[in-house]
């Protein structure tokens, strides 16, 4: 099974510039091992279960949270069974069509 799951998540409350904070989540997504793609906007993670893959969301705002009072978070998720590698080959499949794009 494939779950991939793509979030935002980020205190409020700490002026303009969190990336400080984000950091210490991207860490902690890096540190766990599953694969993961940063984006401009948000991350994206895949693992074997939901379960996993909330875990990490979960983790992420209990780092938020030791030093903030408000953390806000926005998640998509896509789970497909018998499948695997799919932050990998779905982005594969277009370039098979158009050629390289941008990542």
Known sequence: MSVLLEFAIFPTD???????QVSKVINLIR???VNYQLTAMGTLIETDTLPEALDI???SYNILSED???VYSTMN??????KNNRLKTKVEAIE???GQVSR
């Open 14 to 20: 700490k002026g303009d510039s969190v990336s400080k």
């Open 31 to 33: 540190e766990s091992g």
């Open 57 to 59: 969301v979960n983790r």
């Open 68 to 70: 903030s009072k408000r």
């Open 77 to 82: 998720i896509d789970i497909q069974k018998g």
């Open 96 to 98: 098979s069509k158009i």
